[in-house]
């Protein structure tokens, strides 16, 4: 597999490794039947949000934090939901002169992709919203479970010299709360007769390569399909402040030296200390499912515990486009 290190604005934050403990979340089978594209672009500059850690003297930012930045304004129309109730979820990103922004570049094959996850990280969703002529964005959205909620904005404006930003806002989610833990460590998460392992030095403020290995029945899976333009698509949320950290794999498809599985690479960092939770999506025989890991960074490895999860408790699918 290529280990060209191709990977977002936030993996500038992101090329180093996480720690060396991991915990499994739980693989769900969302379906998606969009064509995806053949390549993986890489995106933008890199976000100047909060979080930061130092390596080697440079700042490593974790987007998502901020409300604004650059300019730019997340305006988020509705902040209080039901749970377990399908609703309209409506946003616009401002400009600095408070007008919608109607003009986005793509990025693997979206203008904007929207992350939704619960403060206790164990609800996920990757959402694609359409954006009306207006500039306001809406996609419907079913949450799981009541709480306290953040919502990421991934885009780049169409402006001339604009970066790749990544502006977060709270969602309320009304209901009967109850707080769940993060899941226990563990090195693998399994669904529908797919093991998903995960292995790399991982650790903050040094470089290193993410490993996960896509197996079904007990054989490698050697024939991934593209999902929004690579063979996995990587999401890391730092538990406590939710930071939010977005790599892409090492390599692309059609590049002539990536094969299609089993192994999926990713280079990433941890901008501090402590737990995140990765969530990978991978496309197989034309269903997009997310395998969740917590990995603790700044800590020697865990091993391979017992894995916690199971789809009734741990809601990370997200695949609602």
């Known amino acids: 597999m290529n280990t060209a290190s191709k990977i977002t604005a936030y993996t500038a934050a992101l090329a180093a490794s996480f720690g060396a403990a991991y915990g499994v979340g739980t693989v769900v089978t969302p379906v998606s039947t969009d064509p995806e594209p053949a390549a993986h672009a890489e995106h933008g500059g890199a976000s100047d949000g909060g979080g930061e850690a130092t390596r080697g003297g440079h700042d490593v930012p974790a987007g998502g934090l901020q409300v604004s930045e650059g300019g730019y304004t997340l305006d988020l129309r509705t902040p209080r939901v039901p ?20 003009a986005f570049q793509r990025e693997h094959d979206k203008e904007l992709h929207l992350i ?17 002529a207006d500039g306001t964005w809406s996609t419907p959205a079913n949450l799981p479970a009541a709480g306290g909620y953040r919502l990421f904005a991934d885009f780049t404006p169409a402006a001339k010299g604009a970066k790749n930003l990544t502006l977060g806002a709270d969602l309320a989610v009304a209901g009967d709360y109850r707080p ?45 399909q593209p999902y929004l333009g690579a063979y996995g698509h990587l999401v890391a949320l730092r538990s ?20 299609p599985g089993p192994d999926v690479s990713f280079t990433a960092t941890a901008p501090s200390a402590g737990t995140y939770r ?34 009734d408790k741990e809601e990370t699918d997200g695949h609602q486009h």
Do not use: C, M
Request: avoid cysteine; proline fraction near 9%.
């Open 240 to 259: 406590g402040d939710l930071a939010y950290l977005h790599v892409h794999p090492n390599g692309a498809p059609g590049d002539g030296e990536t094969e």
């Open 83 to 102: 749970a377990a109730r399908t609703t309209e979820l409506r946003f616009a990103i401002r400009d600095s002169a408070g007008r919608q922004v109607t």
């Open 180 to 224: 769940a833990p993060v899941p226990a460590p563990s090195t693998t998460a399994t669904v529908d007769g797919y093991t998903v392992t995960l292995t790399g030095p991982l650790r903050p403020g040094a470089a290193g390569e993410l490993n996960l290995k896509v197996t079904k029945a007990g054989r490698p899976v050697t024939d991934l």
């Open 116 to 132: 939704l996850a619960s403060q206790d990280l164990t609800a996920y969703r990757h959402l694609h919203p359409t954006r009306a």
């Open 278 to 311: 990765l969530f990978l999506d991978f496309k197989h025989n034309g269903t997009v499912r997310t395998a969740a890991f917590t990995v603790t960074a700044g800590t020697a490895p865990a091993g391979n515990a017992t894995p916690t999860g199971s789809p």
